[in-house]
Nanobody
Framework: EVQLVESGGGLVQPGGSLRLSCAASGFRFDDYDMSWVRQVPGKGLEWVSAFSWDGSRTYYAESMKGRFTISRDNAKNTVYLQMNRLKAEDTAVYYC??????????WGQGTQVTVSS
């Protein structure tokens, strides 16, 4: 059974930090590009960041550059998102996504991040 389980969300004050984790199982993690996507209630999905399957490339949405860092540990089948200098507009449900160029696509259940004083 394929599973992507996110954790690490919560309530944080503006300017604070959180580290999200996504533990994968049930598929060959090394073969998949991994990304983080977020969604504000009532709005569409917003792509945040991605890490190529071979670990050679990382990508960030413009508003996250310099604040967020994506990493992956293939030995642990886990991808992380370190989020620093958080803003109220970063409040959203964050989803982990595993995908391949052939169209295989898996999603986690999401973890809530709330940035508020």
């Amino acid at each position: 059974e394929v599973q992507l389980v996110e954790s690490g969300g919560g309530l944080v004050q503006p300017g604070g930090s959180l580290r999200l984790s996504c533990a994968a199982s049930g598929f060959r993690f090394d073969d998949y590009d991994m990304s983080w996507v977020r969604q504000v209630p009532g709005k569409g999905l917003e792509w945040v960041s991605a890490f190529s399957w071979d670990g050679s490339r990382t990508y960030y949405a413009e508003s996250m550059k310099g604040r967020f860092t994506i990493s992956r540990d293939n030995a642990k089948n886990t991808v992380y998102l370190q989020m620093n200098r958080l803003k109220a507009e970063d409040t959203a449900v964050y989803y982990c996504n595993a995908y391949t160029a052939t169209g295989t696509d898996y999603w986690g259940q999401g973890t809530q991040v709330t940035v508020s004083s």
